[in-house]
């Protein structure tokens, strides 16, 4: 019989909510130089391209290593692989405060994308685990909201710091946070075979879309790489990401400064209204999750419930062409929070995608590949914004960024088919 004095009800949400704490962190790190971008750009005399140039570091390694870590955390497990690379991440992002110009802080971008490639891989990994399909999306919907959290809370966090004690002092603040989450971290987190606190009912709950219930299932891989590279339902998860992802990119990286170059906001003003669009982000995501896990519940397929929540948010990203045309910056900054809803809406469905077609051991895998392709989108386009910002505008990249997101959704819809789990 159980010692239910040992046992956590509700185990999974515990683990979910982790998750979405090191996905707060992880924002809050990566955003810091978004956000004083305006004051770097001044201080170290760096043009738009440049700037464009050390984000695509971070983006190069970012792309490269989703794929890798992808594999690690399939051989090694989550736990682990989780605890190095927020430790590689955090020291990567407070050595940001002792740069001396570009290179350096290419460097440390490159550095910083390394770690924090294990975080979306992983994350997903231990969602496909730890939750039945009919709450995955839901359970990812909340690491998700992670990133918006961390979008809202570092604009006004991180301009705090920079009026208070400079920027180098923010770089040491925001990655300071990710060594108190691995204590967290090391104490809770086991995987759902092991660990003692999860009750068999649970475990039951857990597994109860797994044939005979049986945990272990989840934990055969039979799929080479090789393999996985042939299937087009890979491809339809990694052409997927690649368009639709620079969306979010477009946003995260060059929203600061549009408001600064573009609207005339002060440093001040961007720490009081950048975080509007991330906040409705946040939304976008745990909506996107609630919608297609209550399609499953009302006893509509798993393909139709993902491809409903894939294909209704798309209608909504190409009104980012619309803020060009606002008459104030408040209302573009409105429009641009339907796009962000839209795109976490649409991106929280299709990043379940792979634990729908394959099994836990594929999971990492195919999530790292998918990642690969977003990353490379993103450097394309990011690179491209450079460009056109410093010889144009901000105009002619926000409308390329309103056609992405319905060719993202096109490649889901033509390469995938059916969603549901492969036979094999």
């Known amino acids: 019989m159980e010692n239910q004095l040992l046992k956590v009800p509700g185990l999974r949400w515990y683990i979910a909510v982790l998750l979405f704490l090191s996905t707060v962190i992880c924002y809050i790190d990566r955003l810091t130089i978004s956000i004083l971008a305006p004051v770097i750009k001044i201080d170290l005399n760096l043009t738009n391209v440049e700037y464009a140039a050390i984000t695509s570091w971070f983006l190069i390694s970012y792309s490269v290593f989703q794929s890798v870590f992808g594999g690690i955390y399939d051989k090694y497990g989550t736990k682990r692989v989780f605890s190095f690379g927020i430790v590689f991440w955090s020291i990567s992002a407070i050595m940001h405060a002792f740069t001396k110009g570009f290179r350096g802080f290419a460097v440390f971008r490159f550095l910083l994308g390394i770690g924090e490639a294990g975080n979306w891989p992983g994350s997903i990994k231990a969602i496909a685990e730890w939750f039945p399909a009919r709450q995955r999306a839901f359970g990812l919907s909340i690491v998700n909201t992670g990133a918006a959290l961390g979008s809202v809370i570092a604009p006004p966090l991180i301009v705090w710091l920079q009026l208070s004690f400079g920027w180098r002092t923010a770089f040491i603040a925001t990655g300071a946070m990710g060594f108190i989450w691995l204590i967290l971290w090391l104490v809770i987190y086991r995987d759902p075979i092991k660990h003692k ?24 891989g039979k799929k080479s790489w090789k393999e996985l590279m042939g299937m087009k339902q890979v491809w339809g998860i990694i052409m997927a990401r690649f368009f639709g992802d620079p969306i979010w990119w477009l946003y995260l990286i060059w929203l600061p400064s549009y408001l600064y170059e573009a609207r005339g906001f002060s440093m001040k003003e961007i720490g009081m209204f950048a975080w509007f669009p991330f906040l409705a982000s946040g939304a976008g995501s745990l909506t996107g999750g609630w919608f297609s896990g209550y399609m499953i519940s009302r006893g509509k397929s798993v393909n139709m419930s993902r491809k409903t929540a894939i294909f209704l948010p798309t ?52 999530t790292g590949m998918a990642q690969t392709g977003a990353g490379i989108g993103a450097i394309i386009f990011t690179m491209l914004i450079g460009w056109i910002v410093d010889h144009f505008s901000y105009s002619p990249v926000i409308v390329i960024g309103g056609i992405l997101g319905p060719l993202a959704t096109i490649s889901v819809f033509t390469l995938c088919g059916k969603i549901k789990k492969l036979n094999y």
């Open 197 to 220: 606190w999860l009750s068999q009912k649970e475990r039951e709950f857990i597994t109860s879309d797994v044939p005979e219930g049986n945990i272990s299932t989840l934990l055969q």
């Open 315 to 366: 209608l909504l990203m190409p009104l980012g062409i619309l803020a060009i045309y606002a008459p104030t910056a408040i209302q573009a900054l409105v429009i641009m929070s339907l796009v962000l809803f839209g795109f976490q809406f649409w991106v929280n469905n299709v990043q379940t995608l792979a634990s729908d077609f394959f099994n836990s051991t594929e999971v990492g895998r195919v």
